[in-house]
T-cell receptor
Framework: DGGITQSPKYLFRKEGQNVTLSCEQNLNHDAMYWYRQDPGQGLRLIYY???????QKGDIAEGYSVSREKKESFPLTVTSAQKNPTAFYLC?????????????FGEGSRLTVL | AQSVTQLGSHVSVSEGALVLLRCNYSSSVPPYLFWYVQYPNQGLQLLLKYTSAATLVKGINGFEAEFKKSETSFHLTKPSAHMSDAAEYFCAVTRNTGGFKTIFGAGTRLFVKA
């Protein structure tokens, strides 16, 4: 089945450690996105990529990094510079067009900093 | 700049009652608007989208939304609530600033009472 796979579903991290969240899609979509979800704040855009080997900062990119070496993959690294990393992280993909605009989401990764 | 405001972080209805979830947007150009639903610990799923073809948009699970330009609103309705409708609902707008990005409202959690 086509879709987006995020892993791990749950992750615990000690302060000062970097962690990488995986996102893989087999929908042949050009665009991929990372959102952060906190209670009462909706989804906030961290990074997005419209094409392989290119990506742009979203609204809350500080303390995060990404890469887009393959069309199918868009991993997110939460670095030690991120002051409040505990959150639910959602990866999405789309065709990148304004008209369609529909995003397809993974099941999410919940990161907890101990 | 485009933004989305959802009125009411929590809405409670009785089973069989009308569901009304409110969404207002601000946009300098005609927008593309979406409603997504999220069940606990899962990703988001598209309910419906407005792309200027018709002002009344029908989606999945009996939901529909009406685009009202004069009121800058895109409220989500369902004539009769079902227990399975209990979830969080997000209104979203797509903007094009150096790439197509989707901006989400803060979300409205719907509770359905038996």
């Amino acid at each position: 089945d086509g879709g987006i796979t995020q892993s791990p579903k749950y992750l615990f991290r000690k302060e000062g450690q970097n962690v990488t969240l995986s996102c893989e899609q087999n929908l042949n979509h050009d665009a991929m996105y990372w959102y952060r979800q906190d209670p009462g704040q909706g989804l906030r855009l961290i990074y997005y990529s419209q094409i392989v080997n290119d990506f742009q900062k979203g609204d809350i990119a500080e303390g995060y990094s990404v890469s887009r070496e393959k069309k199918e993959s868009f991993p997110l690294t939460v670095t030690s510079a991120q002051k409040n990393p505990t959150a639910f992280y959602l990866c999405a993909s789309g065709t990148g067009g304004l008209y369609t605009g529909e995003l397809f989401f993974g099941e999410g990764s919940r990161l907890t900093v101990l | 700049a485009q933004s989305v405001t959802q009125l009411g972080s929590h809405v409670s209805v009785s089973e069989g009652a009308l569901v009304l979830l409110r969404c207002n947007y601000s946009s300098s150009v005609p927008p593309y608007l979406f409603w997504y639903v999220q069940y606990p610990n899962q990703g988001l799923q598209l309910l419906l989208k407005y792309t200027s073809a018709a002002t009344l948009v029908k989606g999945i699970n009996g939901f529909e939304a009406e685009f009202k330009k004069s009121e800058t609103s895109f409220h989500l309705t369902k004539p009769s609530a079902h227990m399975s409708d209990a979830a969080e609902y997000f209104c979203a707008v797509t903007r094009n600033t150096g790439g197509f990005k989707t901006i989400f409202g803060a979300g409205t959690r719907l509770f359905v009472k038996a």
